[in-house]
């Protein structure tokens, strides 16, 4: 991606520290499974449930409890102690805010940004506890993206997808979890999960996950900063982190039913039909099959 022009962004915090779960266990990671990003249902989020039921917690009795988290860290907004890939993270976050202010604008709206926190390993969030394993995710109640920039080379090495084209990827789908949220979508979302089952909810899910991929790529389409390779970074990027692909590379049997994220081929679908469009009303994944 054609950067180098791009202004960064100024709606950061860099956490340091380390923050703990307030308010009983349930609280934070109740809230903040249904929202996380780009690895909810892969092999970090098993390490955390398999130790949540080690501690004799059932995870599923988590999904919706409040509570707070205790707030052990500390803020920097100085742009000067920021890292090389943080300053590119923000020159990714500006990008979208660029977008998304003229989709918004042209609807008669006004497009608020999200802040993008940036903590490393352990952090502090609105819905809990932010952790590493978990990857990058957003979080409605303080309406931020949380990221440990160490994912970026775990997305490489683990997964496969390297190429600055996929991490720019992985902030514009959280940035849609954003706009989903200032649309309305994840409160309705969460209030219908919160009335049917485990199957059902994880449907819901998954459709509001591929919006967020096809999101992604109006962003990517209306930044007009693609250069040659960054579609097919793209593509991989959104293979590697399908739920089958990931329950394959766990040694497990591909199960739709528990699908969060959806499949890869559904999420390359609705990552090339926003760079094919630019235009988020082609992104209603509840008015289709999801397919």
Same mark, same amino acid.
């Given at each position: 991606m ?14 340091s520290?380390r923050?703990?779960?307030g308010g ?5 990671? $109740?809230?903040?499974?249904?929202f996380?990003g ?6 970090g989020?098993?390490v955390v449930?398999?130790i949540l ?9 988590l ?12 803020v ?15 020159k990714?976050l500006?990008s979208?805010e660029?977008v ?5 604008q ?14 490393s390993?352990?952090g502090?969030?609105?819905?809990g506890?932010?952790q590493?394993a978990? $990857?990058?995710?957003y979080?409605?109640n303080?309406?931020k993206?949380y990221?440990?920039?160490d ?10 997808a390297?190429?600055?084209?996929a ?6 789908h ?7 949220d ?14 049917v ?9 998954v ?12 962003w990517?389409k ?20 399908g ?18 994220h959806?499949s ?22 509840f ?5």
């Open positions: 054609r950067l180098d022009d791009e202004r960064e962004s100024s709606n950061f915090e860099v956490q520290g923050g703990g779960f009983g266990l349930g609280g934070g990671l $109740g809230m903040l499974l249904p996380i780009s690895r909810f249902g892969c092999g989020i098993v449930f398999i039921a080690v501690m004799g917690v059932n995870p599923l009795s999904i919706g409890g409040g509570g707070g988290v205790q707030q052990n860290v500390s920097s907004r100085d742009p000067q102690k920021l890292s090389e890939i943080q300053h590119w993270s923000l990714v500006g979208t660029r998304w202010g003229q989709i918004f042209q609807s008669g709206q006004q497009y608020q940004p999200t802040v993008l926190s940036f903590y390993q352990a502090a969030s609105g819905c506890a932010a590493s978990m $990857g990058p995710f979080c409605p303080d309406k993206v990221l440990d920039t994912f970026f080379t775990e997305l490489r090495q683990r997964f496969g390297p190429g600055d084209f991490q720019a990827y992985v902030i514009a959280e940035v849609g979890h954003h706009v989903q200032l649309e309305g979508t994840l409160g309705q979302v969460q209030q219908r999960q919160r009335s089952g485990e199957e059902e909810g994880n449907a819901l899910q459709r509001v996950e591929l919006q967020a991929d096809c999101y992604a790529g109006v990517a209306r930044t007009g900063l693609m250069e040659a390779g960054d579609l097919e970074e793209g593509m991989t990027a959104a293979q590697s982190i739920d089958d692909t990931l329950q394959k590379a766990a040694g497990r049997r591909p199960v739709p039913e528990s699908f969060t959806g890869s081929e559904q999420r390359m679908t609705w990552l090339r039909k926003g760079l094919d469009s630019g235009d988020p009303a082609q992104c209603d994944t008015a289709s099959a999801a397919r």
